[in-house]
Structure formats: structure tokens, C-alpha cells
């Protein structure tokens, strides 16, 4: 009975040691010198994801900014039916964005319930159109894992205090 015993402990502990590893790989702190300002800046970026946008896959990226969210895309966004939002873990609320240039969605209303949210949370689902889609525009879904944002915003806002 003992080498069971001896073989599920290290079968959990590398469980341990890999799960942290896993959830690093959802979030990341870039911490990077601005070339056109001079200024050191900290950004918290999710990990992109590949999404069809009616065409072809365009890449998708959450990014955190000490004042906003900040969605980059690849494609050109329709935001003529205002579907630009952001839910957390299916919750009602829903925080709604606006367009940043053609393909980027800024969300910096709420920005502080939005992180919270992120804290507290397992999974966020970015909507949005893309243009142009021709008849009618599909709302697409997005969904970002939460898991490990928490210790990930730890380290960023280490970064934002150097």
C-alpha cells in the first residue's frame, strides 16, 4: 500500500507545480519602455485568440492599461448596433465599449467594477461585430479565461508601482 501512497503524492505535487504554469499562460505582464513618449509603461495582456470574423480568423487580445480595457483586434469592428460589451461570468451586468480606431474597442466606463469582476471571476465573453459582413452583421463571442488574472494583476500592479 505504501508505494500507492508515495505514487499519488508526487503525482500531486506535480499537479501543483503545473497548474500555476498552466494559469500564467492566460495572463501576462508586458513591461515595456513606450518608443514614442520615453515612459515606462506596464500592460496586462491576455492570451490572443483566433476567432472567425465572416472572412477569415483575426486575432484577438484583451489588454489592461491603468485607466482601461483595451480590445485588439486584427479586423475592422462594426459598432453601428452597440454591441461592443463585456460579461463576466454571465452575470447581467454587461460593460459596453466603444470603438478606439477601426479595430480596437475601448471600455474605460466602470473600469474598476470591470477589474473587479475580472478578480472575482472565471471566464469573460468579449461581443462584437465585424464589418463589413454583408447582409446583416453576426454578433461573434469571444470567451477569455479568468483564471489566474488575479496573480497576474498582482505582478502588474508591482510593475505600475516601479
Not at 503525482?11 to 513618449?37: G, M, Y
Request: glycine share 4%; net charge neutral; proline share 2%.
Amino acid at each position: 500500500m505504501k508505494p500507492f501512497n508515495i505514487i499519488h503524492f508526487v503525482l500531486f505535487f506535480i499537479l501543483l507545480l503545473i497548474i500555476p504554469v498552466c494559469h500564467a499562460k492566460n495572463w501576462e505582464v508586458i513591461d515595456r519602455l513606450d518608443s514614442q513618449t520615453g515612459l515606462h509603461q506596464c500592460v496586462l495582456q491576455s492570451h490572443s485568440h483566433s476567432l472567425f470574423d465572416g472572412y477569415g480568423d483575426t486575432n484577438i487580445s484583451l489588454n489592461i492599461f491603468q485607466d482601461r480595457l483595451l480590445v485588439k483586434t486584427d479586423s475592422n469592428i462594426d459598432a453601428t448596433d452597440k454591441t461592443l460589451k463585456v460579461n463576466i461570468d454571465n452575470n447581467t451586468k454587461q460593460f459596453t465599449g466603444r470603438l478606439s480606431n477601426k479595430t480596437d474597442i475601448v471600455f474605460d466606463q466602470e473600469f474598476e467594477q470591470i477589474i473587479s469582476q475580472f478578480i472575482a471571476g472565471n471566464k469573460t465573453t468579449l461581443s462584437l461585430q465585424f464589418w463589413p459582413t454583408w447582409p446583416n452583421t453576426k454578433v461573434y463571442h469571444a470567451t477569455f479565461s479568468l483564471i489566474g488574472f488575479t496573480k497576474v494583476y498582482q505582478t502588474y500592479r508591482e510593475c505600475l508601482a516601479k
